[in-house]
């Protein structure tokens, strides 16, 4: 009984220090020093919360695992280490069965484990606001060596009443400063769910937005998908985060996350500017691939 009380009294402190040292965490440092979050804690997207928490308990665990090991690792180098006056090596010993399946059974289920986590939240993400639930908006992003197109689907099944942008590459000067303002922009309306559809002109890119989180790929003559909901205004960068050629540096695009009456009057700006229709799919160079009925012939490729 006694040793028992020792422990409590010895785990007091150390929780009590624990406390005080998450207490005077900030929101950044809790969410293990990811993007995407401000001062007061409030997050980019609905689902910025869940893969931060991923992120941070994940590590959390692995360095609960390897202060374990390295704790086991010093124990071994002092308990069996060459004693005062022995010569030679110490003495071999065999394998030992239960630390045996101890070392294969531990790794398994931190795979297992991180796999069933991350496939629990994966699917979360992934099913969230699709075409079969509804979203406030649809939004078609469209990567191209070496910017961006952004369609803002429309009601109709034709896409006649959709609106788009057209982007071209980052141009840095001199000093190699990039305009901001000259980028490529993508309009969502906050608090609102939406669904983009991801497609490619060209090459393999993959569709960043840095702060939200979060990158799916885009493939030519296959779309992809992603849906989540915009819960802070501001200015967010995104990027193209897979090599796609040349000037893959240069796929920079802005979100700005504005109130739902931004969005709209945007919208009635494009349209009043002509920009409005299906976006022509003229420019996409692989018309060719299986599947399209297009020639496959040298005549047909070009």
Known sequence: MPSKRRLRWAALPLGVAAA???????PTELHGF????????????????????????SWIV??????????????????????????????????????????????????FGMFAFTARDQTIIETQ???????????????KQWAWDFQY???????????????????????????????????LPVNKKVHVTLQSRDVIHSFWIIDFLYKKDMFIGKDNSWSFTPTREGTYQGKCAELCGEY??????????????????YLTKLHDEGNTGDITNAYDRLNNYPGTGKSTTDEGAK
């Not at 540096?249 to 996350?257: G, P």
């Open 20 to 26: 005080v040292a998450l207490a005077g965490c900030s």
């Open 34 to 57: 990811l993007p995407g979050f401000v001062a007061d804690g409030t997050p980019a997207t609905n689902q910025t919360d869940r893969v931060a928490a991923l992120w941070v308990n």
């Open 62 to 111: 692995l360095l609960i695992v390897g202060l374990i090991t390295w704790g086991l690792m010093g124990w071994a180098a002092i308990a069996y280490r060459r004693r005062k006056g022995q010569t030679g090596l110490p003495v071999q010993l065999r394998y030992n069965m239960p630390i045996e399946i101890l070392y294969t059974l531990v790794p398994l289920i931190l795979i």
């Open 129 to 143: 606001y699709g075409p079969d639930n509804k979203p406030d908006v649809s939004i078609t992003a469209i990567g």
């Open 153 to 187: 689907d429309g009601t109709q099944k034709d896409n006649s009443d959709a609106v788009w942008t057209m982007g071209v590459q980052a141009q840095p000067d001199k000093a190699g400063n990039v305009d901001q303002n000259a980028l490529p922009t993508l309009y």
């Open 248 to 265: 893959h540096s240069m796929m920079l695009f802005n979100v700005k996350v504005v109130s739902d009456s931004e969005y709209q009057a």
